[in-house]
């Protein structure tokens, strides 16, 4: 379904904080939820854990330096730019931030383009990167995980859409569907599209865009129908921005620090990740981002992709 020019331009002004988060530089002071403080310090009592440290592979330990290929500047809360264009914070931020110091360790890291990351981390680039990447199994082939957060997969349509939860791709036949592209939400779609042309039905359009900033804009001008992307941050733009409505939920995933596969360095970030869980900072940091729902008991390394 489909809105007018209006309610088309009226969300393209709404969700303009969002839109210069995504980009990077300059994101608007008023995009940040009411209430939180993006600059609240809740990683600097973080001390070492010698447990955790001993399991670190040599070269790092001694280097002293957790090198981090970073996806900064997709909307909050995961990781996004203050309005100085030079400061980055989120969940990502911080939760590397209180693991290198569970490891006793300094953090090096690259902002890179998400989809760029993951391929980068077999050269030795990166010791690790992050970017809210989902573990699945097809990833999983090639990429260890560490887990420390609980995401999801959902549908945001403009406000004047009234349908129901969209539990079915199905539900999508004819339509354009907006996502990111490299990510599991485009990887849902397309193996999934076939489900319309099984029943006699129209397959819906995927459109992939590289940068947040560009897929928020398309659904405001109505040149896709909905948009699929991550629980959390659909949740805290439809905060923000009345103009955007979360469907609902379509599917959870474990999120986690990626890692060349067969990586000495997973069971260090999954120990450290743990004791975070147990000295109480994990609750702060999530809290602080208001993502408390999405807490993991304790980390893993490469489980099952949920179902």
Known sequence: MRTGHRAATALAVLLSGILLAACG???????????????????????????????LPAR??????LRIGRSVGGAPPTAFYLADGSTAVGLDVDMTEAVARKLGLRVE?????????LPALGSGKYDAGTGNFGVTEERKRTIDFATYVRDGQGFAVRSGDDRG??????ALCGQTVGTAKGTTFET?????????????RPAYRVEVFSESSALYSAL????????????????????????LRLTNEFRSLDVGFALPKGSPLAPALQAAVNELIRDGSYARILGKWGVSASAIGESQVSPPEIH
């Open 25 to 55: 530089p300059a994101p608007d002071p008023d995009a940040i939820a009411p209430g939180l403080d993006p600059q609240a310090d809740v990683v600097s009592g973080v001390g070492r854990s010698e447990a955790a440290a001993a399991l």
């Open 60 to 65: 790092v330990r001694d280097g002293g330096v």
């Open 109 to 117: 890291a690259q902002d890179a383009a998400f989809e760029t990351i």
């Open 165 to 170: 939860p969209i539990t079915d791709v199905t």
């Open 188 to 200: 849902t779609l397309s193996a999934r599209s076939h489900r319309c042309t099984d029943q006699g």
């Open 220 to 243: 405001a001008q109505g040149k896709v129908d909905a948009i699929m992307s991550t629980v959390n941050g659909l949740r805290y733009a439809a905060t923000q921005q009345p103009a």
